[in-house]
Structures are given as C-alpha cells and as structure tokens.
C-alpha cells in the first residue's frame, strides 16, 4: 500500500516543522504544481529512532524500580504512624515538654554559635586592620619625623637671623610655633 501526499516538494520542511498554517495563512493562493510521492521518497521515518528506544529500555526499569520504592516508603511512613500515634497520645504530657525543651536546647546551641562565629570574624577584621593600618606606621613617623626636623632647623635658623638682626634691640621677643 502507498500513500500518497498532495504538496509540492520544496514546501515539505515548512509541514514537518508545524508551520504549515503559518504557510497558508502567507500563500494563500492555490498551491503551485502538485506532485505524488510516497513516504519512502519523502526520507522520513516509519517509527521512532534506535536511540530513542534505548533510552526508553534503558529509563523504564530504573523508573519503574525508583517509583517501586517510593510505593514501599510511603506504605512504610503510613505502617509506622498508624502504630506511633497511640504512643504519642499516651505519651503527650511527657512529649510535649521534653520536644520544648530539646527545641530549646537546640536553638542555645546554634545561637551560641552564630555569636562565636561572628565574634571571631569581627576579631580576624580587627586584626587584619590593625596589621594594615601599622604596616604603614613606620612610613608615617618617618615622615612626621622629617617634618619636626625641618621644623626644628627653620626655628633654629630664623632665632639666629633674629638674634643677629636684633642684636641691640633686647625687647623684642621670638616666638615659636609649630
């Protein structure tokens, strides 16, 4: 049995990527010289690829499996909380109070640990600072050093000018100043 299609060659890409609407909608005269071939002339395949039906062999038993336990699981959380919710019941005046407590115990515990952790990062920042800012303190007093000295010779040098150029004049008075 053939079967037989009713469009044009160069237009079979547009059918196969679904913008065959799209075509009509833009051509919307009679389509030009229709020609009949078979599917085997169009190239196209008559079922699914050979990868495709490996990955389905391959995916069905471990989905199949996995979906298997999770049945189990379920069942399992269902088994078990149809047995525990007497004891809970029973045991609710001594539960509630110790899971309080547990609770609170729990949130001291990861408290007292954020508060050391941040303790710890803010010293480490202090540190660094500190090692920062002295490791450009010798510079400094180096250059603070400089800058007394230089000081220190133009004093020196105006109080002599001073005391050469007022030699006879004794009221007048130096004063100094940084």
Known sequence: M???????RQHLSLLFLSAFPLYLAHHSTALPHKTHF???????QKGPSASK????????PVGGTLLLL????????????????????????VLVPAS???????????????????????????LNYIRLVTAGLPEYLQNLS?????????????MQSQAHDNWAKPS??????L
């Open 2 to 8: 053939q079967t037989t299609c009713q469009l044009p």
């Open 100 to 126: 309080i407590g547990i609770g609170l115990a729990v949130t001291g515990i990861l408290s007292s640990g954020a508060f050391g952790m941040t303790a710890l990062s803010s010293l480490s920042w202090f």
């Open 172 to 177: 007048k008075r130096i004063q100094i100043g």
């Open 38 to 44: 078979t599917m085997a002339e169009q190239g196209e």
């Open 53 to 60: 039906i490996l990955a389905v062999v391959a995916a069905l």
């Open 146 to 158: 400089d800058k007394l000295g230089q000081k220190t010779k133009e004093m020196g040098l105006e």
């Open 70 to 93: 999770s049945g189990l699981t379920f069942v399992g959380s269902l088994i078990g909380l149809a047995v525990v919710t007497p004891l809970f019941i029973i045991f609710s005046p």
